[in-house]
């Protein structure tokens, strides 16, 4: 697993870093936690606690390999495989039970997950500031100008009756008509050549997109409006995701942030682009009206190389070959999973987070399981990525729609170039959840020397 997540400046920092008592204090908690654990094994389980490992162990990987082969086949062996993985861990369960180890297992799992979390906020001071910069939101708009799409989000600009909010503070509203097709670019361009100083969107992530596109090339504040469905840009700039209408408290009470913007060739994204098995199948012309079913039945040949492209991706001397999902984000997400994707902290480091995964096999899947640096996931960060296939075009998923775009595809990021304008009181974001560094966890624990640079 090819990772670049921290710069050697950032992870110099940390290990030069004198730590504060109350690290000290939680990393020595997280390793008594442990060591307690282990020690509560030995005492009330003895030879049992070689079982406990044992089973455990095994239950999760047969879980894990049954879920692949669910994801992978059709027919008999997927629904047998489902049987499998729902068996595997109530069987881990009964014999725990029987061997009088169930109330052992519950105790240490629990000493684990305090360990664990003490030694998350331990790590958590280590992490350079996530807090994106806020400056102004001035001068105020005089024309406002904010596009709305009514069906966006299950209805959301009626049910919250934003446009008469919107209106009522001063702004022009655009409301998409969904009787025929709409480019809110150049709904955009126009509102900008008649004297509109500031553009926003209540709607799905692509369309905010669109118009954050052509906000960026004039320069002017962007407005984003809570309104989709997932809302995955709102989520990563702290905006209030059940009460779409706060975020017209931007307008007069606001403070600016600068986010970088996503390029897939000339096109603009502010989340993701997918390359691979979920861009196939969202292209597919079924997968609107039955998501799951289309997905299930598609992922089989995906996963055994007999559908889609074949991708080859080039990130400076790195070359990731034939994965099955690629995703390009702006800005890395949040690492801590399996497949290292939670949130965006920050929107301004002017990267590009790349992630590629090729699983094709159930003991590549139990390997990711057991945390083995294989080929199965590729976690990278770059200014520049370039993706060729075996076909002269392949399918896209750009923040959550389908498009088809010609290879070579170039993916770059343009630094702070959207001056988004977000309310003052605000959700905000939680802190990032840190890596889990245990070379660093003895360190602050006092049972290593200091080293000038510790591995991610």
């Not at 020595?28 to 005492?43: E, K, Q, T």
């Not at 001035?138 to 596009?147: D, F, G, S």
């Not at 299930?296 to 080039?314: E, I, S």
């Not at 399996?338 to 920050?346: C, D, E, K, M, Y």
């Amino acid at each position: 697993m090819a990772r670049a997540e921290r710069s050697p400046a950032v992870m110099t920092d940390a290990a030069d870093r004198a730590p504060a008592p109350a690290q000290r204090w939680l990393a020595r908690l997280s390793f008594l936690l442990l060591g307690l654990a282990v020690v509560f094994i030995v005492v009330f389980a003895g030879l049992k606690s070689l079982t406990l490992l044992a089973a455990g162990l095994a239950g999760a990987a047969v879980s894990l390999a049954a879920a692949f082969f669910f994801l992978s086949r059709r027919g008999l062996w997927r629904w047998l495989s489902l049987a499998v993985f729902i068996a595997a861990p109530v069987a881990v369960i009964v014999l725990y039970a029987f061997q009088d180890l169930l109330w052992i297992a519950a105790v240490v799992a629990a000493a684990w997950l305090l360990a664990s979390i003490s030694a998350r906020l331990a790590l958590s001071a280590d992490q350079p500031d996530w807090h994106m910069p806020e400056r102004p939101a001035r001068p105020p708009a005089r024309h406002p100008y904010l596009i709305m799409n009514p069906k966006s989000g299950g209805g959301k600009v009626g049910r919250f009756d934003l446009k008469r909010k919107a209106e009522d503070l001063g702004a022009e509203v655009f409301l998409i008509d969904g009787s025929q097709p709409v480019d809110v670019a150049e709904v955009a361009q126009a509102a900008v050549a008649s004297g509109a100083d500031l553009l926003g969107v209540a709607g799905g992530d692509g369309t905010q997109a669109r118009v954050a596109g052509v906000a960026a090339e004039h320069g002017l504040p962007f407005v984003v409006i809570s309104a989709g469905t997932r809302n995955h840009f709102a989520l990563d700039l702290g905006l209030d995701r059940e009460d779409p209408s706060a975020c017209l408290d931007a307008l007069t009470d606001g403070v600016e942030l600068l986010v970088d913007l996503g390029m897939i060739n000339d096109r603009v994204f502010v989340n993701n682009a997918s390359f691979g098995a979920y861009a196939e199948v969202v292209e597919s012309p079924a997968y609107r009206d039955d998501k799951l079913n289309t997905t299930l039945n598609l992922l089989p040949d995906l996963l055994q190389g007999h559908r889609g492209a074949r991708l080859v991706a080039r990130v400076d001397d790195v070359e990731i070959d034939a994965p099955q999902a690629l995703l390009v984000a702006n800005n890395p997400y949040g690492t801590g999973d399996v497949a290292g994707l939670g949130r965006r902290a920050r929107l301004d480091r002017g990267t590009l987070g790349v992630i590629g995964v090729m699983v094709s096999s159930a003991r590549q899947a139990v390997d990711l399981l057991r945390g083995r640096h294989g080929t199965e996931v590729t976690v990278l960060t770059t200014k520049k990525i370039e993706i060729t296939a075996d076909v002269p075009e392949i399918p896209v998923g750009v923040d959550g729609e389908s498009l088809s775009v010609p290879v070579p595809v170039i993916c770059t990021i343009r630094r702070r170039a959207l001056r988004v304008w977000v309310p003052r009181d605000r959700p905000g974001i939680p802190d990032p959840k840190p890596p889990m560094n245990w070379a660093r966890l003895r360190q602050l624990a006092g049972f290593g020397r200091r080293r000038t640079e510790v591995a991610a």
